[in-house]
């Protein structure tokens, strides 16, 4: 008997447990922003250029945002993240790149175009 109820504990516990982990899962996945067709256009930019190294790519993409008031750090070998910090905002974007293109995640017209003109 007293297995039996240890048993009963054990699957009651598991089953509620699992409820909540599922409440707090689906919870979390309903208040992520969903990311369509038309929102991925906003978030991502992908600027193709002439063929450059991938450390000659790194260093002019560091030199344009500093230039531009960007404070500029390495994050990855391929990616640098952007930061502006105004007087209503600060702005945080990733600039991932290879030899022949960048994205910046989240789209910023302002680093795109002085990127751009550069590049």
Do not use: C
């Amino acid at each position: 008997m007293e297995k039996i109820l240890g048993l009963v504990l054990i699957i009651v516990y598991a089953l509620w447990y699992f409820t909540v982990q599922g409440n707090t899962s689906t919870k979390i996945a309903r208040d992520m922003p969903s990311v369509t067709q038309e929102s991925h256009a906003i978030v991502e930019e992908h600027v193709s250029h002439s063929e450059l190294s991938q450390n000659e790519m790194a260093e002019v993409i560091k030199k344009v945002g500093e230039e531009n008031g960007w404070i500029m750090t390495d994050f990855k070998s391929n990616a640098i993240i952007a930061e502006k910090i105004t007087e209503k905002e600060t702005i945080s974007v990733t600039v991932s790149f290879s030899s022949s293109s960048f994205d910046i995640i989240p789209a910023n017209d302002e680093l795109r175009k002085a990127l751009q003109s550069m590049l």
